[in-house]
């Protein structure tokens, strides 16, 4: 239910970036310079305009996702890279947006279980985003880093998430698939 206002790309120069930022809307998605670089402007403006209250996650990928206000208007820094920003959108922007438009919170993704048909490991202490496919009713493991490689994910059916607490699942084991599309 929400219109979305795309005034083009901004330059990534401080002062572009401040004033962008200072644009009316609901919620505020920045795609990019998120990151803890010289060159990555976004937290240190959101900071300085209202508040950062979250810059860093234990989440691969999507590790340099940062949220907070401005005044009462959520800002999600989100991650350059494309599957990044997926990431980081399906976790945080996304189920902000739908709770403020009176949707659930929940994925909008039909879902399936399925065994995998190799091991999918993972790091204790981090949330990780594996894209998968599903191959003769399993599922094969495509990526969990790469964040930069789109075509980890426009080649996914769909990504399974391995919890923080999990070094992951072994083959076999039946998994929990998120459906980037019915399939």
Request: contains cysteine; aromatic residues 8%; charged residues 20%.
């Amino acid at each position: 239910g929400g219109e979305a206002i795309f005034e083009g790309i901004v330059a990534d120069q401080p002062e572009a970036i401040e004033n962008a930022l200072k644009d009316p809307a609901d919620v505020i998605l920045v795609s990019g310079g998120s990151s803890v670089g010289l060159e990555d402007h976004a937290p240190r403006i959101l900071a300085k305009l209202g508040t950062l209250s979250i810059h860093g996650i234990a989440i691969r990928p999507s590790s340099p996702t940062g949220m907070g206000l401005i005044g009462e208007t959520p800002v999600f820094l989100l991650p350059g890279n494309p599957v990044s920003c997926l990431c980081a959108y399906d976790f945080f922007a996304g189920r902000a947006i739908r709770a403020l438009g009176g949707r659930s919170r929940d994925w909008p993704y039909a879902t399936v279980t399925r065994p995998l048909r190799r091991k999918l490991v993972s790091q204790v202490g981090r949330v990780d985003y594996a894209r998968v496919t599903l191959i003769d009713d399993a599922v094969e493991p495509l990526a969990i880093g790469g964040a930069s490689v789109l075509s980890s994910t426009t080649r996914a059916h769909g990504f399974v998430v391995i919890d923080a607490d999990s070094e992951g699942f072994a083959a076999d084991s039946p998994v929990h698939v998120y459906l980037y599309d019915s399939w």
